[in-house]
T-cell receptor, first 115, second 109 residues
Framework: GAGVSQSPSNKVTEKGKDVELRCDPI?????LYWYRQSLGQGLEFLIY????????KSGLPSDRFSAERTGGSVSTLTIQRTQQEDSAVYLC?????????????FGDGTRLSIL | GDSVTQMEGPVTLSEEAFLTINCTYT??????LFWYVQYPGEGLQLLLK?????DKGSNKGFEATYRKETTSFHLEKGSVQVSDSAVYFC????????FGTGTRLQVFP
């Protein structure tokens, strides 16, 4: 498909386990973003990749969270030693470049549930 | 830092009523402004955008005008439908996209 693809769509895991969430951006999009949407909350910015520049990690809530983007395309968000408060929908978005006028295209998200 | 404030919901309206969802922002520089919509069970979709002062974004009968003097980007629709029931997010983008907390709209027949 032509949109942003995220996997898995749902993930249930036990507290303390590590999880990896995957995002395939739209082909050719140089900017990639991760957001978190908790129940009843807005969207919380986590991390932003732009081309080969150092990522903006200012939104990561703790050092248990990390993300990488290999080859300027696919990105993986890793949460180590998961806690119940990590339960949320994790959204990935991509856009064509850094231009502030370009909207972001969102994936359907990964719903993460920590038991 | 940059931020977006939008009215809390839920907003409950009857079909064909007039809709306003308020959004104000704080930003250094000149951000672009967006409204995104999330229908039940679906992902976020761009609804409309405006990239400079006095621009009006419009789509599907919704409109919003970029007001620099009041730092606002209120969403309006003259006659809502049941199918407009969704969560609406105001957002600004300078470097990265920053969202408001979302406003749930419920439209009843």
């Amino acid at each position: 498909g032509a949109g942003v693809s995220q996997s898995p769509s749902n993930k249930v895991t036990e507290k303390g386990k590590d999880v990896e969430l995957r995002c395939d951006p739209i082909s050719g999009h140089t900017a990639l973003y991760w957001y978190r949407q908790s129940l009843g909350q807005g969207l919380e910015f986590l991390i932003y990749f732009q081309g080969n520049s150092a990522p903006d990690k200012s939104g990561l809530p703790s050092d248990r969270f990390s993300a990488e983007r290999t080859g300027g395309s696919v990105s993986t968000l890793t949460i180590q030693r998961t806690q119940q408060e990590d339960s949320a929908v994790y959204l990935c978005a991509s856009s064509s470049d850094r231009d502030r006028n370009q909207p972001q295209h969102f994936g359907d998200g990964t719903r993460l549930s920590i038991l | 830092g940059d931020s977006v404030t939008q009215m809390e919901g839920p907003v409950t309206l009857s079909e064909e009523a007039f809709l306003t969802i308020n959004c104000t922002y704080t930003a250094t520089g000149y951000p672009s402004l967006f409204w995104y919509v999330q229908y039940p069970g679906e992902g976020l979709q761009l609804l409309l955008k405006a990239t400079k002062a006095d621009d009006k974004g419009s789509n599907k009968g919704f409109e919003a005008t970029y007001r620099k003097e009041t730092t606002s980007f209120h969403l309006e629709k003259g006659s809502v439908q049941v199918s407009d029931s969704a969560v609406y997010f105001c957002a600004l983008k300078a470097d990265k996209l920053i969202f408001g907390t979302g406003t749930r709209l419920q439209v009843f027949p």
